[in-house]
């Protein structure tokens, strides 16, 4: 028992080390950029599972109550459509971080990502009409979009937590995703006539690049909407922006970890 005693000691500060690890340490030299794009992946990856030491929440999947997607472009789009309960999934796996941009006085982040594959599938009201073919149904749908480019853009300002920690308080926050391909399918289309159906779902699929060009605007807005507070959240909680990104003088002089 004895000699288990300092094993026991030195895992317990062991873990409080690691407990009290920050969630970004980036200092303010030549990788700050990529080192803020790793530690921001990072993040996006844990979502997966969450981190509650960390204040990262699980948002893989995601359940979106309601997103209405109405647009009328012309001769290309004239809908009225709403999803209910949608669930998406697959945005935290597998992605990998393509470039990174981090500017510390704008508190301005750019992080280009790809995702595999991003899953979407739930409720659906829809009508209207897409090119020629005049378009109704309710019912159940899915949609994948893979080979996912994702450009991820934020800007802060410096704020002060309630504790005296100067914090990064999110001002804007957008993400745009691009697909290199897309499928989907609307189930009961036309009160459940297959035959129609069948001829919109083909349509939709043949012709996604024009479709997705019109929504995509009301889509990222509403990405971006749904995980803003989420990042405000964690900005606000888990970072100190004295201890996290220290200047290269303090960074030097830290002890070796």
Same mark, same amino acid.
């Given at each position: 028992?004895?000699? =288990?005693?300092?094993? +026991?000691? /030195? +895992? =317990?500060?062991?873990?409080?080390?690691?407990?009290?690890?920050?969630?970004?340490?980036?200092?303010?030299? @030549?990788?700050?950029?990529?080192?803020?794009?790793?530690?921001? +992946?990072?993040?996006?990856?844990? *979502?997966?599972?969450?981190?509650?030491?960390?204040?990262?929440?699980?948002? !893989?999947?995601?359940?979106?109550?309601?997103?209405?997607?109405?647009?009328?472009?012309?001769?290309?789009?004239?809908?009225?459509?709403?999803?209910?309960?949608?669930?998406?999934?697959?945005?935290?796996?597998?992605?990998?971080?393509?470039?990174?941009?981090?500017?510390?006085?704008?508190?301005?982040?750019?992080?280009?990502?790809?995702?595999? +594959?991003?899953?979407?599938?739930?409720? #659906?009201?829809?009508?209207?009409? %897409?090119?020629?073919?005049?378009?109704?149904?309710?019912?159940?749908?899915?949609?994948? *979009?893979?080979?996912?480019?994702?450009?991820?853009? *934020?800007?802060?300002?410096?704020?002060?937590?309630?504790?005296?920690?100067?914090? *990064?308080?999110?001002?804007? #926050?957008?993400?745009?995703?691009?697909?290199?391909?897309?499928?989907?399918?609307?189930?009961?289309?036309?009160?459940?006539?297959?035959?129609?159906?069948?001829?919109?779902?083909?349509?939709?699929?043949?012709?996604?690049?024009?479709?997705?060009?019109?929504?995509?605007?009301?889509? !990222?807005?509403?990405?971006?909407? %749904?995980?803003?507070?989420?990042?405000?959240? %964690?900005?606000?909680?888990? /970072?100190?922006? @004295?201890? !996290?990104?220290?200047?290269?003088?303090?960074?030097?002089?830290?002890?070796?970890?």
């Amino acid at each position: 028992m004895e000699t =288990a005693r300092p094993l +026991l000691a /030195v +895992l =317990a500060v062991l873990a409080a080390a690691a407990a009290a690890e920050p969630l970004v340490h980036c200092p303010r030299d @030549d990788r700050l950029g990529q080192c803020v794009g790793e530690a921001f +992946l990072r993040i996006i990856r844990s *979502m997966a599972t969450g981190d509650p030491e960390h204040g990262v929440p699980k948002l !893989d999947p995601i359940l979106v109550p309601l997103m209405p997607m109405s647009k009328n472009a012309g001769k290309v789009l004239n809908l009225n459509m709403t999803f209910v309960n949608l669930t998406i999934e697959d945005i935290t796996h597998d992605v990998t971080l393509k470039s990174a941009k981090f500017d510390y006085d704008k508190l301005e982040a750019t992080l280009e990502l790809h995702r595999p +594959l991003v899953h979407f599938h739930g409720s #659906y009201k829809i009508n209207g009409k %897409i090119l020629w073919l005049p378009i109704w149904g309710e019912g159940t749908s899915w949609m994948k *979009m893979t080979d996912v480019g994702e450009v991820w853009h *934020m800007r802060a300002e410096r704020a002060v937590a309630e504790d005296g920690r100067p914090y *990064m308080q999110l001002k804007e #926050y957008t993400s745009t995703l691009s697909p290199g391909a897309m499928a989907v399918h609307y189930d009961n289309l036309f009160g459940g006539n297959w035959v129609l159906g069948q001829g919109a779902n083909t349509l939709i699929n043949s012709q996604w690049k024009v479709i997705y060009q019109q929504l995509q605007p009301l889509s !990222d807005g509403h990405f971006s909407a %749904i995980m803003r507070p989420y990042w405000a959240d %964690i900005f606000k909680q888990q /970072v100190d922006l @004295d201890r !996290d990104f220290p200047a290269p003088a303090a960074a030097a002089a830290a002890p070796a970890p």
